[in-house]
């Protein structure tokens, strides 16, 4: 990715940059686009039971460091903060030539973008990998009888065959079960749109987005570190160390 980013960085005869290489969004969801980095770099940001986090492990920081070095050592990237919400307007008017951005995308930027563009699964370093994503039902073990016959039987209504293809392919949005692919209309989509199942394949490799106890507040402290790094405030290394304290202290109080 470096070396094609490289190569498809533009500057202007005063040196300034018309077209970035990549763009890496770091508002909004840091955390789920940095899980994009460590996966492939072979390492996962928490233990299955949400009560410990390794946000300072060697190759967490790692992966930091690339992140960084993207902007202010290679020069392929925008420094500092980069807008999650305006990233896919930039590559429709060609300010970027790669970006990272949620699946769900596709369907806009399939619709949006004046040029032909791929799409292609994220960069591996010691192994494929990405964090999966997207929301929940769930049934409440409080409501009524009434209210979770009723939330399973919307579940169910939701996630039928037909609607879960067509909601892939209104969205661009993996669609949520195997045999909505099996669909007539999905399977015509997708020999139309091939590019419309790199995110399904990709699952193979997925790992869980990031879920911890107070997963809000260990949220934060991470992404509060993933920003003070990619604006210069701290170093990759010091960042994790204290976005992992802070992890520890919250989680402190669910280790057995």
Not at 122 to 133: E, N, Y
Not at 221 to 250: F, V, Y
Request: aromatic share 10%.
């Amino acid at each position: 990715m470096l070396e094609y980013a490289q190569k498809l960085t533009v500057r202007d005869a005063s040196g300034n940059v018309t077209r970035w290489g990549v763009q890496i969004p770091s508002s909004g969801f840091p955390y789920w686009l940095f899980q994009g980095l460590t996966t492939p770099n072979g390492v996962e940001l928490m233990n299955a039971a949400g009560n410990e986090t390794y946000f300072d492990k060697p190759a967490v920081v790692d992966a930091l460091q690339y992140w960084v070095d993207l902007g202010r050592k290679h020069k392929v990237m925008s420094p500092g903060v980069i807008e999650w919400g305006t990233t896919p307007k930039d590559f429709f008017e060609k300010k970027i030539a790669m970006m990272w951005t949620t699946t769900g995308n596709l369907t806009n930027v399939k619709k949006n973008a004046k040029f032909d563009f791929g799409v292609t699964m994220l960069p591996a370093s010691k192994r494929r990998g990405s964090p999966t994503g997207g929301g929940n039902f769930y049934i409440f073990k409080k409501a009524t009888k009434a209210e979770q016959e009723a939330a399973v039987r919307f579940a169910k209504f939701m996630t039928e065959p037909e609607r879960a293809a067509q909601w892939g392919m209104d969205t661009g949005y993996v669609a949520v079960r195997p045999d909505a692919w099996e669909t007539a209309k999905m399977k015509a989509y997708v020999k139309d749109f091939p590019v419309a199942s790199v995110a399904r394949d990709q699952l193979q490799y997925s790992v869980a987005e990031l879920s911890t106890h107070e997963n809000q507040r260990v949220t934060k402290a991470l992404n509060d570190g993933l920003q003070a790094a990619l604006t210069g405030a701290k170093s990759p290394a010091e960042a994790m160390k204290d976005s992992q304290a802070e992890a520890a202290r919250i989680l402190r109080a669910y280790k057995r």
